[in-house]
């Protein structure tokens, strides 16, 4: 199992950074999958989730109405689109699958800093 994170970068207060999470190794459409983020200092946050089709989501409220989680199942990729960033979102950004109990495989995660 593999994921791979991709899409972080510096961003200014206002602006948008599409993160990806390609997966490998087992059957993507088969997993429920989430992003978490780690700010420097803090501990882990869940931050959205999403099922096997893509039709349920859920978001941490901070983000509610500018983060939008997707999927590609043919791509084997997982997607987080970010809009709207404040100072206040910078951390480092992980995808992680999940089997409903557990959240058993992680990425590396991909820094996402947001700074004027």
């Known amino acids: 199992v593999q994921l791979v994170e991709s899409g972080g970068g510096m961003v200014q207060p206002g602006g948008s950074l599409r993160l990806s999470c390609g997966a490998s190794?087992?059957?993507?459409?088969?997993?429920?999958m989430i992003w978490v983020r780690q700010a420097p200092g803090k501990g882990p946050e869940w931050v959205s989730g999403i099922d096997t089709g893509g039709g349920s989501t859920s978001y941490v409220d901070s983000v509610k109405g500018r983060f939008t989680i997707s999927r590609d199942n043919a791509k084997n990729t997982l997607y987080l689109q970010m809009n709207s960033l404040k100072p206040e979102d910078t951390a480092l950004y992980c995808c992680a699958r999940s089997t409903g109990s557990e959240y058993d495989y992680w990425g590396q995660g991909t820094q996402v800093t947001v700074s004027s």
């Open positions: 190794g087992f059957t993507f459409s088969s997993y429920g």
